[in-house]
């Protein structure tokens, strides 16, 4: 994977879960399994 298309794809994964993030209405609970998203701090 070419620098180009791996930054394109960081930026819509980014996207993504900011919609997701935003859509929730009273309450929002992240949780994961194996490694962390780099886009949320722990």
């Known amino acids: 994977m070419d620098t180009v298309q791996h ?3 960081l930026l819509r994964e980014r996207c993504l879960l900011f919609v997701a993030c935003t ?3 009273e ?3 992240v949780s994961w ?3 962390g ?3 949320l701090p722990r």
């Open 7 to 9: 930054e394109s794809e």
């Open 23 to 25: 859509r929730s209405r």
């Open 27 to 29: 309450a929002l609970a």
């Open 33 to 35: 399994s194996g490694a």
């Open 37 to 39: 998203s780099p886009f």
